[in-house]
């Protein structure tokens, strides 16, 4: 059984050039399961997260979509992050067909666009330089 979050995380979890990125390599690579965010990893780190879905202007399907956080220190300005997002922007391309099947809930993404990259800044509450990218889906039942 496997659910929407855990193929589009193992897509970034399987490439060795994002991993390479990363401070720690696949432990620097967070939100398969959904849950926060542990004890700061080592830096620079990406967190899989998914935004809340609403009622599409197409019958019986919904819009969502998915986002990955980077986080860097401060003194390693955004030059990683970017390395890190451009990375993850390569690895979900367009699809207007749609190839993600949850096998659980018989849910399928039955589109998915462009990845959009999020404004630098700084994440004051953690101290840390962020920056995201996001990638909008819609989603439906197997025989809608």
């Keep these: ?18 991993l390479a990125l990363l401070g720690d390599g696949a432990n620097s690579l967070l939100g398969a399961d959904g849950a926060g965010i542990p004890d700061r990893p080592a830096a620079p780190w990406a967190y899989l997260e998914f935004d809340v879905e609403v009622d599409s ?5 919904v819009d969502g979509l998915f986002r990955w956080r980077a986080y860097d220190d401060p003194q390693g300005g955004f030059t990683r992050l970017r390395s890190v997002l451009g990375r993850l922007l390569r690895l979900y391309p367009a699809d207007p067909d749609g190839v993600i099947r949850d096998t659980t809930t018989g849910e399928v993404i039955v589109w ?3 990845g959009l990259l999020g404004p630098e800044y700084v994440d004051v509450p953690l101290g840390l330089n962020q920056q995201w990218v996001q990638f909008p889906y819609r989603k439906g039942h197997i025989g809608f």
């Design 1 to 18: 059984m496997t659910s929407l979050r855990a193929q589009v995380y193992a897509t970034a979890a399987a490439d060795s050039t994002l």
């Design 57 to 61: 202007l197409a019958p019986m399907v």
């Design 112 to 114: 998915q666009g462009k």
